[in-house]
């Protein structure tokens, strides 16, 4: 094979054009009724067909039988522009002219009327690499050209062209060759030579090609040579110096049963190849499963671990040891596949610790993919193995707490789900609305129950987490209407946080005593229920606290855990006999 597939293939009409269909139609269309500007620009990635589509253009422009969208390729003109020997079609590169000299030059050419033909065409190729000089002295040339001369420019940077260039012509847009049209491409060459190929070979091919026609024919080239006229997978893997395609299939599957062992493997068998490769080729494959429709991995895993190896990339780019960074990144995204479990179970063992009752119900995470529920199972059950992780101690311990709690609560479950469900979504709809807002409240409020439009749950809200709830009461009293019912009330249980935590926390009696709970508008919730809550439960904050009517003790700060117990209070509260008691904070 002499000569290369890229020039043997060449196109020679628009017909054979391929993956450009809008600019080859526009162009035959101008051609054919004769709207013909005198300057174009074609800009595009390289290989995309600018080149030849401006060879194929100035031969349309010449051919004997007339401006036509078909020249004939018989006549004399038309088989000199084949043969790139026409006198009047001038080829420019401004890659190697681009100084003012040249276009001077060139200009100078413009001049002169054609030798033979109907058209003077000047092709300049990588215009955008001409000097700002040389830009500005074709100007004038390229607005007012004498009526004979037409000027094709092609660039792969059109916005490094000024204005007043991209302005005088008409501009087409080349798109990068999509990968089936280059695939089909590839094989048609294949079969004109004789060649044979296991088509997977082709894809990978033409995907490294990456939309330029003559990249990919040139690896063609390459891989003609290199496979001994069978172009199979694994010639063409060693060929690209990339990863096959299976090993990146068993790799992933591997992660997602979370088995270490065939990890470690890849890892050591890949140390021969570039890790950045290997990511790229992960991120292509995940695309590939994403855009194929099974449901092999969820889009959700697919984002999980597209995250991770953008971090990949970012850490290779900044030089990090590329060996390391795979072995990582291999292992995050093992670790990602369980990001949702761990959170649950913290939060779960974070309100274990507040001694606050667990209502959510347990099995709330449903795990994503087939492979990991089985082994979130599994690791319910070794309890005597040897040395755990911190990490999987926990798991197993809110695990079996959780199952502990499930199984009390078992009688209950009905009520408390459709709360529960409720309740979350009145959780998402304050992330929706203000995610400081919705994680505030996710942390410091756990549900406890909603029965007869009454919503109870139970606060930790401290310090600024209580200033802010508070600043969003209307809010969140709102979408509690909104999504419990119109007529539901609050019932808010204030705890106390864990002893650990308190003698660190002098604002405890400073905080504001009507936190947006105690404003609970309920008229249900009479004194008696708030006390015999308080007894049992914990602390009560709700809606009570009277002011002492104006003494020296109201200046002071009071409990209002205690302000019920105050020699004064209980007198009044025996002589009222009060349904409410409302205290308010003067400031
Ligand atoms: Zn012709």
């Known amino acids: 094979m002499s000569l290369a597939l890229a020039r043997k293939y060449r196109p020679a009409t628009f017909d054979d054009l391929i993956g450009q269909e809008a600019v080859s139609q526009t162009l035959s269309l101008a051609l054919e009724s004769d709207r ?56 420019m590169d401004a890659a190697s002219n681009r100084k003012i000299d040249d276009i001077r030059e060139l200009i100078e050419h413009t001049k002169y009327k054609p030798a033979s033909a109907r058209y003077k065409i000047f092709i300049i190729d990588e215009v955008h690499m001409l000097t700002k000089e040389a830009f500005n002295a074709l100007l004038k040339t390229l607005e007012e050209p004498p009526s ?6 092609a660039t792969t940077d059109p916005l490094k062209l000024p204005a007043t260039i991209l302005s005088r012509t008409q501009h087409f ?16 060459i294949l079969n004109l030579e004789g060649v044979e190929y296991e088509k997977n070979a082709v894809d990978i091919i033409a995907r490294s090609g990456a939309g330029s026609v003559r990249d990919a024919l040139t690896l063609l080239d390459q891989a003609i040579v290199y496979s001994k006229n069978f172009i199979d997978i694994s ?19 591997n992660i997602m049963v979370k088995d270490e062992k065939a990890i470690l493997e890849f890892i050591s068998m890949a140390s021969g190849f570039e890790s950045e490769m290997i990511i790229d080729e992960l991120m292509l494959y995940l695309k590939e499963v994403l855009l194929s429709g099974s449901h092999k991995i969820t889009p959700m895993i697919i984002e999980r671990f597209f995250r991770v190896l953008a971090e990949a990339k970012t850490l290779l780019s900044i030089g990090s040891n590329g060996e390391f960074v795979l072995s990582l990144t291999l292992f995050k995204m093992m670790e990602s596949l369980q990001i949702q479990d761990i959170d649950g179970m913290i939060r779960t063992l974070e309100k274990e610790l507040s001694g606050v009752k667990i209502t959510e119900p347990v099995k709330k995470v449903e795990p994503i993919v087939v492979e990991e529920k089985a082994q979130v199972i599994e690791k319910q059950e070794p309890v005597d193995e040897s040395p755990l992780s911190i990490e999987e101690e926990i798991s197993q311990e809110s695990m079996a707490l959780l199952e502990e709690v499930d199984s009390e609560k078992e009688e209950l479950q009905p009520i408390i ?28 409020i756990t549900y406890n129950s909603f029965e007869e439009n009454v919503l109870t749950w139970e606060s930790i809200a401290n310090g600024d987490a209580k200033t ?17 019912g119109f007529e539901t ?46 007894t049992e439960e914990a602390p009560m ?47």
């Open 468 to 484: 802010m709830l508070k600043n969003h009461w209307g809010l969140i009293r709102m979408f509690v209407q909104e999504i419990f």
């Open 541 to 587: 904050k709700s809606s009570c606290v009277a002011p002492s009517d104006g003494g020296v003790e109201s200046a002071k700060e009071k409990d209002e855990r205690t302000i019920l117990d105050e020699p004064m209070v209980a007198k009044a509260l025996e002589l009222f006999a009060p349904k409410k008691v409302r205290v308010k904070r003067k400031n």
């Open 235 to 253: 010639t063409i893997t060693n060929m690209l110096g990339i990863i096959e395609p299976s090993l990146l299939e068993n790799l992933i599957d």
């Open 417 to 444: 789900d459709e709360g529960t469900k409720l309740f979350e979504s009145l959780v998402a709809k304050l992330y929706d609305r203000n995610y400081e807002l919705g994680e505030c409240f996710e942390q410091n």
């Open 173 to 188: 847009r080349f798109k990068k060759i999509a990968q089936p049209v280059l695939e089909k491409h590839l094989e048609h």
């Open 36 to 91: 013909l500007s005198h300057a174009y620009l074609f800009s595009g990635l390289r290989g995309s067909g600018k080149t030849s589509t401006a060879r194929i253009f100035a031969k349309a422009l010449l051919c004997e039988k007339g401006t036509t969208a078909h020249p004939c390729g018989v006549c004399s003109h038309c088989m000199m522009a084949a043969e790139s020997r026409h006198m009047d079609i001038i080829e």
């Open 148 to 153: 004979f001369v037409k000027f094709i420019l």
């Open 489 to 534: 009330k609050i019932k808010n249980i204030a705890k106390e946080l864990p002893s650990s935590v308190e003698p660190s926390e002098p604002t405890i009696n400073e905080t504001p005593i009507d936190e947006p709970v105690s404003m609970i508008e309920d008229e249900v919730l009479g004194i008696q229920d708030t006390l015999h809550t308080s």
